[in-house]
Structures are given as structure tokens and as C-alpha cells.
């Protein structure tokens, strides 16, 4: 590794100085920058595939700082964006710009498990000890709630219910796919749980000086359900297992994240399981959140650890019902016709990115948009799946998928979305169906050029 780190400086004509065991310090100015930009970073791919030869994978980060500011400033920006490209997985580097704006190069390889359970141990009391702190709960996720949002949502409103504190979970009614809409349809024979799920405008009535929000499944304040009552509550917490991007809910009490769990169902259930004392939670909220974990680990086959199977077995011992699990997420005939009309449309851009399109009248829900992906993705010969749909009148969704030799995060990311490398997602105001194809191909293209896999 050094030998390899050397020759990168040397030829690119920067100061390389080695401050521990894992961490580097490197000096060079901007012509240097633009020219290793050119690259890509290409130093990632060589210290990865020369580690991996040797049976020792290790992976390189960077965070570089750059613009008219003093040296001081411009290492606390180089730390600052280090932090940053560590949190979103590793394996990257993240450079923070003169105009505030983040710009990352990388992020090829899948997160590997590292978070630890004595972390999700921590969290769990300083959790808890926040909640005493709190008169009530309220719990929000992102629009367009899926089940990991929904099942996470009723995880927290059970870990409040364990420190006894009334908890609310913010739901807009106008805006649930049909596997949620059952879910609370199911919850309507248990009046305790139903009676938390509250509209935005009943939880700004309730909220006090000491009122906690749980913001869960997202970390980006123009993806909650409200953001006035992200505004106007000062105790925020913010769990979530997407890679982080550069818009971030600031300030919080407690950030969670953890990029290498299969979803915030997973880690709310840890967090349920460390809790001192601990009741069983009822069977629909252990249900809720083994869906959560299904539909964003299909079924188990992507983003899945040793530690998401723990936390399944905890919340089928808690009487999770997996034929209840498949009901939530039948699919009906008409849903499943219309994504076969949108699979139809399927063409190849380059090799192995297929690419389908709704037409310009043709309004389709977020899930349906992601299954059309989905189901792309098990075609044969395809790498990458995107699927191009009108979401509203003015919102036309992208839904990004891939078998991990593409980043679809960073093409996302391009298109003011985000997610993980093999599934991501981002929607886009004001705009065609067509426009949006065209923004989608700029954007696999830059994402192409300079020796990234195609």
C-alpha cells in the first residue's frame, strides 16, 4: 500500500506524509487537483485490486478541501469531508467546495458489516435517556412512507411505549402505497396503535418546548413528511441506514446511521432488544418491522448480514406474522399489469443498463416505479436498471437498481437523489418523462467517462 500511495504522489507531484498506522496527510494544489479529477481518483481502484490479490482487502478514503481559505480552514474542511466519505461506506473521496456543495469520486465496492453490537448498545440508552428527558414522542419518516419508514415508525413509538412516553408517528393518508394502507387498516382492530398515527397539522398542535422527533429511514430535511415540524421542535434524533449525502438534518441530539445495515427496521429492532427490562412488543409492530426488513432486503437476497438475521429471529420470537408480512405486500392484477406496460418499454443505453420509460400521461406509484426496477434487474445481460415514470403532475421518479458494478448512488446523487450502490432512487420536479431520460443518460455518461466500469 505504501509503495503504491508513494508512486501516486510522486507522479502527480504531491506532498504525501504518513501520521498513523491507517491515516496520511497530502498537500497539493489546484492544477494537481483538476488533474487527479481527470482520473477519478483512480489511486481507490489500485490500492483495492492490489489488496485484494493479496487476501487483505483494504480500501482508501479521502476528504480534500479545496478553495481561498486559510490552512487551518482548509484541514478542518479536508477532515470534515473525510468524515464525510467514511460515513456514506468508505472506499470514496469526497471533496467539499469553495460554494459549500460536496462532489464525490468512487464508492465502488459494497459496504461491508462494521458497526459494532456494542454501538447499537450506546445508542439504545442514550436513546432512552433522551426519551425520559422528553415529555412525548413523535415520530416521522420520509414522504411517500415504505414499510422499512412505517415499521421503523411503530419500532420507535414501541421503544417509547417501554420508557412510558406517549408517542405519535406522522403519517400524511394521502400519501401510502397499498402495503402501508393495509398495515394501518390492519392496526384499526387495536385501537392503541391506531390512535398514534396522527396527520402533520394534529402533531403541530402537540408539540411542546420538550416534545422529541425521531426522524427515521431518511436524513435529509426536504425528504420528511413536514419540515415545519422539523423546524419547530429543537430535540431531533435522526436514525437511518442510508449512505449520507450531502443535505443532512442539522442540528440533532443523536445521529444513527449506519449505511451497512439492510434497513432502519433492522436497527430500530437492536434498539428494541438492548432496552433494560424489556416487554414484548406487540405482534404487529414486530410484523411491521420484519416487512420493513424484507421488502428492503427482497426477500433476504441483497444488502443481508449475519446481524439482519438476528434481528428477523428476535421479532418472529416476538409473534412477527410472515403470512401477515406476504398479505401487506400482495400485489394486485391491475399493479402488476401496469408494470409489465412500463418493463415493455425496456431498451438498452449501453451495455448492460437498461433503461424503461412511462408514457407522458401515465402517473405510476413510487412502489410500483421501484418493482418495475426490480423486475429489470432479473433479465438477463442486465448490470443496471433504471425506470423513468411520472410520478405526479409535476414529479417525474427515477428508480435505480444494480447487481453492484455500477454505483446507481452516485448517478442518482447527480440527479439531486441518493440512496445505496445498488439501489437508489430521485425525483424530479418540473420536467417531462423525456427530459428526464435525457438528464439520466448525461448523467451515466459523467459518471462513465474517466475508467469507471461500464
Request: charged residues 25%; hydrophobic residues 40%; glycine residues 6%.
Amino acid at each position: 500500500v505504501m509503495s503504491c500511495l508513494d508512486k501516486w504522489a510522486k507522479d502527480n507531484g504531491i506532498f504525501l506524509k504518513r501520521t498513523s498506522s491507517d491515516r496520511f496527510i497530502a498537500i497539493f494544489n489546484e492544477s494537481i487537483l483538476k488533474e487527479i479529477e481527470k482520473t477519478k481518483f483512480n489511486i481507490l481502484d489500485v490500492i483495492r485490486e492490489t489488496t485484494a490479490k493479496e487476501n487483505v482487502p483494504l480500501t482508501l478514503s479521502i476528504g480534500v478541501g479545496c478553495g481561498e481559505y486559510s490552512l487551518p480552514e482548509l484541514g478542518t474542511m479536508a477532515q470534515s469531508s473525510l468524515d464525510l466519505a467514511l460515513s456514506r461506506g468508505g472506499d470514496q473521496v469526497a471533496i467539499k467546495l469553495a460554494n459549500g456543495k460536496a462532489k464525490f469520486y468512487g464508492g465502488k465496492t459494497n459496504p461491508v458489516e462494521k458497526r459494532t453490537r456494542v454501538r447499537a448498545r450506546v445508542i439504545s440508552q442514550t436513546l432512552k435517556g433522551i426519551m425520559l428527558d422528553s415529555d412525548k414522542v413523535i415520530v416521522m419518516g420520509h414522504k411517500f412512507p415504505d414499510m422499512d419508514a412505517i415499521g421503523s415508525s411503530m419500532g420507535i413509538s414501541a421503544f417509547a411505549s417501554m420508557n412510558k412516553r406517549e408517542s405519535y408517528i406522522v403519517v400524511d393518508k394521502g400519501e401510502l402505497d397499498t402495503g402501508v394502507k393495509r398495515l394501518l387498516q390492519e392496526t384499526k382492530a387495536k385501537e392503541v396503535l391506531y390512535s398514534r398515527f396522527i396527520s402533520p397539522e394534529k402533531a403541530n398542535e402537540l408539540i411542546t418546548e420538550d416534545t422529541l422527533l425521531v426522524i427515521v429511514d431518511t436524513h435529509k430535511p426536504s425528504m420528511v413528511i413536514d419540515e415545519k415540524l422539523l423546524k419547530s421542535i429543537d430535540k431531533v434524533v435522526v436514525i437511518d441506514h442510508h449512505r449520507r449525502g450531502e443535505e443532512f438534518i442539522n442540528p440533532s441530539l443523536l445521529v444513527y446511521m449506519e449505511p451497512y445495515a439492510s434497513s432502519t427496521a433492522e436497527l430500530v429492532t437492536e434498539l428494541l432488544e438492548y432496552q433494560e427490562k424489556r416487554k414484548a412488543i406487540d405482534m404487529l409492530e414486530a410484523t411491521a418491522l420484519l416487512a420493513g426488513i424484507i421488502v428492503d432486503t427482497k426477500s433476504f437476497t441483497l444488502r443481508t448480514g449475519a446481524r439482519t438475521f438476528d434481528a428477523a429471529s428476535y421479532l418472529r420470537s416476538q409473534g412477527a406474522d410472515t403470512v401477515l408480512v406476504q398479505k401487506f405486500l400482495k400485489e394486485n392484477l391491475d399493479s402488476y399489469i401496469k408494470r409489465a406496460k412500463l418493463v415493455e418499454t425496456v431498451s438498452f443505453y449501453k451495455q448492460g443498463i437498461a433503461i424503461a420509460k412511462g408514457t407522458s400521461e401515465q402517473i405510476s406509484e413510487q412502489v410500483l416505479i421501484a418493482q418495475a426496477a426490480d423486475t429489470l434487474l432479473t433479465m438477463e445481460d442486465v448490470g443496471a436498471a433504471f425506470v423513468i415514470s411520472k410520478r405526479s403532475d409535476d414529479i417525474v421518479s427515477i428508480s435505480a437498481r444494480s447487481l453492484g458494478d455500477i454505483n446507481v448512488q452516485i448517478i442518482m446523487e447527480n440527479l439531486g437523489g441518493g440512496g445505496h450502490l445498488t439501489n437508489a432512487a430521485t425525483q424530479i420536479e418540473s420536467v417531462t418523462v423525456d427530459e428526464a431520460e435525457v438528464r439520466l443518460k448525461q448523467a451515466i455518461d459523467n459518471y462513465l467517462q474517466g475508467g469507471q466500469k461500464e
